[in-house]
Antibody, heavy 123, light 112 residues
Framework: QVQLQESGPGLVKPSQTLSLTCSVS??????????WTWVRQPAGKGLEWIGR???????NLNPSLRSRVTISVDTSKNQFSLKLSSVTAADTAVYYC???????????????WGQGTLVTVSS | DVVMTQSPLSLPVTLGQPASISCRSS???????????LNWFQQRPGQSPRRLIY???NRDSGVSDRFSGSGSGTDFTLKISRVEAEDVGVYYC?????????FGLGTRLEIK
């Protein structure tokens, strides 16, 4: 059974960089036609897709966040990471990592999600 | 970006009664391969989202057959045949046909 677990600081100061890691267990991050995805959810609001990465390091990022987002993968540790720079209060949210499954090049988050981690941007 | 519009935003339902949630997209969700990449997610209170339905009408493993998805093009529906207490939560539609992936704002299902 694949499991994902987010980790990282729960509090980040404005203008700094948010950094989160997602650890994958129960399967190799390098196997299969999966993309590894970040999604966020501001308190009381809906879901926003941030971006995804393949084991090769190839990424696709939401254009609305692209200038501030970096997603990377460490296959030796079976982890992938998110960095979001120049954060403001608007970036306060629960951040989820998830596995995306692909069909004919179309990939979307599926069954496996982390439990989510709350990141608050505040001084 | 493709806008996903859900209705209603709040859905009070009596236990044992059916429920229906509508999702409309601002563009057709039919992909060049002929598939329609419209998914439904359930998010119970305090939990992560869970996918229920993929490609319009396919139930994920372990999902009750009380849940069904239908629709085509730009109009889609999630139906629950008989609402149970465990169905309380927020339901989201999501499209993956167009870049970037976008979600609806969610429909909050509650028990009357």
């Amino acid at each position: 059974q694949v499991q994902l677990q987010e980790s990282g600081p729960g509090l980040v100061k404005p203008s700094q960089t948010l950094s989160l890691t997602c650890s994958v267990s129960g399967g190799s991050i390098s196997s299969g036609t999966y993309y590894w995805t970040w999604v966020r959810q501001p308190a009381g609001k809906g879901l926003e897709w941030i971006g995804r990465i393949y084991a090769s390091g190839s990424t696709n990022l939401n254009p609305s966040l692209r200038s501030r987002v970096t997603i990377s993968v460490d296959t030796s540790k079976n982890q992938f990471s998110l960095k979001l720079s120049s954060v403001t209060a608007a970036d306060t949210a629960v951040y989820y990592c998830a596995r995306s499954e692909c069909t004919n090049g179309v990939c979307s988050p599926s069954t496996y999600w982390g439990q989510g981690t709350l990141v608050t941007v505040s001084s | 970006d493709v806008v996903m519009t859900q209705s209603p935003l709040s859905l009070p339902v009596t236990l044992g009664q059916p429920a229906s949630i509508s999702c409309r997209s601002s563009q057709s969700l039919v992909y060049s391969d002929g598939n329609t990449y419209l998914n439904w997610f359930q998010q119970r209170p305090g939990q992560s989202p869970r996918r229920l339905i993929y490609k319009v009408s396919n139930r994920d493993s372990g999902v009750s057959d009380r849940f069904s998805g239908s629709g085509s093009g730009t109009d889609f529906t999630l139906k629950i045949s008989r609402v149970e207490a465990e169905d309380v939560g927020v339901y989201y539609c999501m499209q993956a046909t167009h870049w970037p992936i976008t979600f609806g704002l969610g429909t909050r299902l509650e028990i009357k």
